[in-house]
């Protein structure tokens, strides 16, 4: 009876363990002074958080993943719900069950291939080297997580419910708009975020589409890794997980009011 | 009587795949009848009921309202109040928001819609629950939100699948009288879909038993419950003894029958019936007497078997020739004891002759 517990207990710190420990390992390197990315560390400064605020290079990466974030999560949560709301409730036809997995592929297909295939693509329509570019391409990748995301939510509704608003009335633009919607707005919103985190995470697909002008922070960390390694990585990757940690709260606290609201 | 229905179904069938539901049914409703869908799961009501409020389009067969066909209008269109059996409250808004929402489609200025809501809220002893939100209130409470939403824009009919399945039987049954009072003071048409034959006795107007996509028998909750003119509704609505037997003798709107066992029996029927026929006879336990020696013109003896208490009545398994018996005693009567020796009597009026 008493095994269990323990054996849970265990089990639950060596994952959470095994998947937090490269987080706090590269964590307090953003607070060094040396300009090595190892340890010890020497003493405490927020010299790389400066030199990733001043510095163009890494400034210019944070407003292009800005933007290019951005545009992905409009581009991929509007996509992506319209995916969804079509393909809903047709799991038994086989052109449906077709279309789904087309949606989902990206998630599958190595991205290398993905790359090379919209280099080509991008160049013939003049979109290579575009911030529209990099956006169509972490679109394309983002897509799945929001098909997945919506999907979810949009099982979870009752169909009465949106019986109920017709027979109260309320054209389907209606429904859609007043009922199915705000109930799947926990799933839309979980597919936002995710497609905004891979889109700032994404390097092999931008390494093949973006020129010089669109060097996302993902892209910027990646030549410095190569380049020299810098200890402003570990500061940039300090933002990267603060950010997410404040995003998938805030996420958690939506969710949460429109539960007990 | 078909012209002037309020409802109409004609010829109405429904089919998903090879599965007949609704099986070229006919059906017609009048301007403020309630009238109860009654049958087993899978015998067609509720998806008659979903045809009607547009949810499901009939395979063949048409639906009219006031003489205008309906089933090619899509729900919103159809201007009929719904209920559903999980109330299908709007999680995400108040209960004052759920109920404004027909109103705010029909383009209600702000000013009387609050005042209807209100009025509707009233109605339903909810008043002071306009900003709490669905998930905050009781089950009984969702359901009457869930019935002012349905009426609250006045439709002419109003549409309850099992409306009181989900609460429990006290509320259900002041449920049961709440929705006949409504039903009465506002005189609408209702139709009401419900498996539970005690809330179809009590509220309806007319009664329609389904069974396998068809309706067995309709009427006035007496005629169904005393005149069950199949073994189907017998058993289905109440208990019942069935007897079989064969006829022996017609005349006179009375029927001699020779039921299993030997005993002779005398049925009142209109029906002309040819001798050694075969027929199935219905009683039910609570008009058959049981008493040491008869005085009425049916009389089997029996033997009692079990006496099982009920609280109001004593429910008695009597054993016949024929079969057992079941015998709906009250308690005035002196109480049988297993294994007493007695005598069964039913007048003939008081069985007749199920298909």
């Given at each position: 009876m008493k095994a269990l517990p323990l054996s849970k207990a265990v089990f639950g710190s060596a994952v959470v363990v095994f998947l937090m420990a490269p987080l706090f390992a590269i964590l307090?390197?953003?607070?060094?002074?040396?300009?090595?990315?190892?340890?010890?560390?020497p003493s405490f400064s927020l010299r790389w958080f400066d030199e990733l605020f001043t510095a163009d290079a890494w400034r210019r990466s944070i407003i292009n993943s800005l933007i290019i974030g951005a545009g992905t999560t409009v581009l991929a949560t509007v996509l992506g719900t319209v995916a969804s709301l079509g393909l809903r409730g047709r799991s038994v036809s086989l052109l449906f069950g077709f279309f789904r997995t087309v949606f989902l592929l990206p998630m599958v297909v190595p991205a290398v291939v993905l790359g090379v295939g919209m280099q080509l693509m991008f160049a013939q329509y003049g979109l290579a080297n575009t911030y529209l570019g990099v956006i169509v391409a972490h679109t394309v990748i983002a897509i799945p997580f929001v098909v997945v995301n919506v999907t979810a939510a949009l099982q979870g509704i009752d169909h009465r419910l949106e019986n109920a608003a017709a027979s109260l009335g309320a054209p389907p633009i209606v429904v859609l708009r007043r009922v199915t919607l705000p109930l799947a707005m926990p799933g839309i919103i979980s597919g936002a975020v995710f497609a905004f985190a891979t889109s700032l995470d994404e390097v092999v697909l931008t390494l093949f589409v973006a020129g010089p002008n669109q060097r996302t922070v993902a892209r910027q960390m990646f030549s410095t890794i190569r380049e020299n390694i810098s200890p402003a990585i570990a500061a940039a990757a300090f933002l990267f997980i603060a950010g997410t940690v404040v995003i998938a709260a805030l996420v958690y606290l939506v969710r949460r009011r429109n539960q007990i609201a | 009587m078909m012209g002037n229905a309020f409802i109409h179904f004609d010829n109405v069938s429904k089919a998903f795949g090879v599965m007949t539901v609704v099986d070229n049914l006919e059906l017609a409703i009048q301007q403020g009848e309630f009238v109860s869908m009654l049958g087993p799961s899978g015998s067609g009501k509720t998806t008659l009921l979903m045809m009607l409020a547009g949810f499901e389009a009939p395979s063949s067969g048409s639906i009219s309202v006031k003489g205008k066909r309906?089933?090619?209008?899509p729900p919103y269109k159809r201007n009929m109040g719904v209920v559903f059996q999980n109330y299908a409250l709007f999680p995400h808004m108040t209960v004052a928001e759920n109920v404004a929402f027909p109103l705010k489609m029909r383009g209600v200025s702000r000013s009387e819609t609050a005042e209807r809501v209100g009025k509707a809220l009233d109605m339903v002893q909810l008043?002071?629950?306009?900003?709490?939100?669905?998930?905050?209130?009781?089950g009984g409470q969702q359901q009457r939100v869930a019935l002012a939403r349905a009426l609250v824009f006045e439709p002419e009919v109003v549409l309850m699948d099992e409306p009181l399945g989900a609460l429990d039987k006290k509320l259900r049954e002041q449920m049961q009288m709440d929705i006949r009072d409504i039903h009465h003071r506002l005189g609408l048409t209702i139709v009401f879909v419900t498996h539970d034959q005690a809330e179809a006795l009590t509220m309806s107007d007319r009664i329609a038993i389904f069974n396998h996509g068809k309706i067995e028998q309709i009427g006035k909750p007496s005629e169904i419950y005393d005149r069950p003119t199949t073994q189907f509704v017998a058993e289905f609505i109440g208990e019942t003894n069935l007897l079989s037997g064969r006829v022996t003798a017609c005349r006179n709107g009375l029927l001699d029958v020779a039921v299993e066992g030997g005993q002779q029996i005398k049925v009142a029927s209109t029906a002309k019936f040819e001798p050694g026929e075969h027929v199935k006879v219905s009683v039910r336990p609570e008009r058959i007497e049981l008493a040491p020696a008869g005085g009425s013109a049916n009389e089997l003896s029996v033997r009692v078997s079990d006496v099982v208490y009920r609280g109001d009545h004593l429910q008695v398994i009597a054993a016949a020739a024929s079969g057992p018996l079941v015998v709906k005693s009250t308690r005035k009567a002196s109480a049988p004891r297993i294994g007493d020796e007695a005598v069964a009597s039913f007048s003939p009026e008081q069985c007749w002759i199920v298909a």
């Open positions: 307090p390197l953003a607070f060094t002074d040396s300009v090595f990315l190892n340890y010890p560390i | 309906v089933d090619a209008l008043g002071q629950f306009h900003e709490r939100r669905p998930s905050q209130l009781s």
